[in-house]
């Protein structure tokens, strides 16, 4: 979150400001990806590419504060996503080959990041195990930040609907943890 | 996960809130959910990894690419921009364009020739209130009310009967021609003696100048046509400055010369 200072960060955007974008660039692209990674995980990257194209276009109109910010942003992703949904289902394409994601040390603390990363993609492929209304509720709610009623208002729910998804995912995540909990990818056991 | 959990209507429960705060991260809530699904709500928060950020670059070059003026954002729909000295220049364009058309009416109106005046109803009316309203007034009314030396020059009448013999297409100003002819009239004691009276007044110089007249025996040619009439050099008589202007306006000889 970027905190009290996101008033100036964002007028400065909206004033044309390319590093005062990029804060509120750093500070959203990843919850954005994880969000778009467990509900489209095969064009998450373009969604999200996507995503910024249509808030930069929007940005100079947009008021609010933080909080009605990250709801716009991820109110546009999921109607991005939609319409990605829509597109591909009028348009099948097979991927002619997988590129395994490169793995490059970046900051000293590599190790822990590696873990971090694991473990993230471990949770992220259990959470998109669960069903879509749900993962939705899930991601909106523990990556997005967002409070029960901008998810309801980006879902078209009640909130007591999406109180109710909110339990009833928690509830289906036990389930499919087990009592030993989850084993990563790469070995490591949540 | 106990089905207490499940949410209710009315007033949240303490295992709801708890439910809430473990969902927006934050801390004080209750163990609600079990080890393993806490700790992949917290896997889920965890840092951003390299690759989540690595599309700052390209982020950065479309904010720079909508964002820049002139840019896509900003492009609009061409429109008519109001232009503050549009009006400005139009209206002088268009008094410019009013004065020439004035200019040149006016001088085809002053410089027409006898054929408007022989022809008045085929004149246009430009040309006769440039010419008629300045011209007729001394005329007619020396015509109507007696000679008026002062305001014509006896030389200046010669020379305009002289002209209604010169240029035929003046015939059909005949209230002029009247008008010349009743005031020489006068002036020479009578009709028959108003050649010689323009003799005299024309002296020698127009003298065989005239070729239609040279033959008869008194009329006199009314001279040169440099010889402007209404010229102030040549006839600076009593007319006062206004009358080579008449002259030169409605005189048949020089509208005639123009003519021509």
Known sequence: ??????????????????????????????????????????????????????????????????AAWRAWLFTTARRRLLDQARLRRRHPAEPLDEIAPAEVPRTPDTAQIVLDNLATDAAMALVAQLPPLQAHVIMLRVVAGLDTDAVAGILGKTP?????MAHRGLKKLETL?????????????? | MPDSLLPIQGPASQRERDLDALLSGEAGYHVVVSAPVAAVIAALRAVPA??????????????????????????????????PGRWQVMAAACGAAAAAIVCVLAL????????????????????????????????????????????????????????????????GNWTAEKGVVQQLSKLAGGHMRI?????????????????????GAVVPGPGDPQDHPGDPQDHGGP?????????????????????R
């Open chain 1, 1 to 66: 979150m970027v905190g009290d200072d996101f008033a100036r960060v964002l007028a400065d955007a909206q004033g044309g400001s390319e590093d005062q974008f990029a804060v509120l660039w750093r500070d959203a692209n990843p919850a954005l990806l994880r969000y778009l990674r467990v509900l489209a995980p095969e064009c998450a990257d373009d969604v999200a590419a996507e995503t910024w194209v249509h808030v930069v276009r929007g940005l100079a109109r947009f008021t609010g504060d933080e």
């Open chain 1, 160 to 164: 007591g609907n999406v109180r109710v």
């Open chain 1, 177 to 190: 943890l087990g009592p030993a909990g989850v084993a990563s990818r790469a070995g490591v056991t949540l």
């Open chain 2, 50 to 83: 390299p690759d989540e950020l690595d599309g700052e670059a390209a982020a950065r070059a479309t904010f720079r690419l909508l964002m820049a003026p002139g840019g896509p954002r900003h492009a609009r729909p061409r429109r008519l921009v109001p232009w």
């Open chain 2, 108 to 171: 085809a109106g002053a410089f027409s020739g006898p054929s408007g005046q022989g022809q008045p109803g085929k004149r246009p009316s430009l040309q006769a209130s440039a010419s008629s309203q300045r011209a007729t007034p001394s005329l007619l009314g020396s015509a109507t009310a007696g000679p008026t030396p002062s305001a014509v020059s006896p030389e200046q009448l010669c020379h305009q009967y002289m002209n209604f013999f010169t240029h035929p297409e003046s015939y």
């Open chain 2, 195 to 215: 050649n010689g009276y323009c003799d005299g007044q024309s002296g020698a110089r127009t003298h065989g100048h005239h070729p239609d007249f040279q033959g």
């Open chain 2, 239 to 259: 007319g006062g400055p206004d009358t080579p202007r008449l002259g030169r306006q409605a005189g048949p000889f020089s509208a005639g010369q123009t003519g």
